[in-house]
């Protein structure tokens, strides 16, 4: 699951990588984040669990199981509010076993209620994205007036889509829409 981070010197692209395993009910954060992007990843999972069965998922799967959220130690150390939604939906991906697309990325903080909110930094992200070959970004709809004034070579290849809420985004990052 791709997702953004950024840093002085630009965009860089990081990955999240979500596990389940039989366990205690813990959720394990390792890698290379800081303590906004734990709580950002604590907030995707109890939306999701809250939401379980919007989503197709038992409510009681995450019983008896861990689940741990990770960042490659090759990532850079990521502490901004701009994971949220990219936590979320990696791990709606492994609940559910839809796969999601590697030409997607995303950026967005998720609240417990589900909504995206705005970042910083959007010109850096969508270099990024074009420097990983990425062909769809997902952006917070708060955003929107972030890239009008961008020039049409930092957009060019790329389909930008706005969400409000993460329900919205589920379809186009997922090969399959668990919902359906």
């Known amino acids: 699951m791709a997702g953004f981070g950024w840093t002085e010197a630009g965009g860089e692209i990081i990955f999240i990588e979500a596990a389940v395993m039989k366990g205690k009910h813990e959720l394990i954060l390792t890698g290379s984040l800081g303590d906004v992007m734990r709580e950002s990843a604590r907030t995707a999972l109890s939306y999701i669990r ?85 062909k769809t970004v997902i952006l917070p709809q708060r955003n929107y007036a972030d890239i009008q004034g961008l020039s049409g070579d930092i957009r060019d290849g790329l389909e930008i889509c706005f969400a409000d809420r993460i329900e919205e985004i589920v379809g186009k990052v997922l090969r399959k829409d668990p919902r359906a």
């Not at 409510?59 to 990532?75: K, L, M, N, S, T």
């Not at 979320?88 to 903080?109: I, N, W």
Request: glycine residues 12%; neutral net charge.
């Open 50 to 134: 809250s939401n379980a069965a919007k989503f197709g998922i038992s409510e009681d799967f995450f019983e008896g199981h861990d689940i741990r959220i990770h960042i490659p130690v090759g990532a850079i150390p990521e502490d901004g509010p701009s994971a949220g939604v990219t936590i979320a939906t990696a791990l709606l991906s492994l609940f559910t076993g839809c796969p999601a697309r590697r030409d997607v990325a995303m950026t967005g903080e998720l609240t417990l209620s589900g909504r995206i909110l705005p970042v910083g930094g959007v010109k850096e992200k969508l270099l990024a994205a074009k420097r990983a070959g990425v």
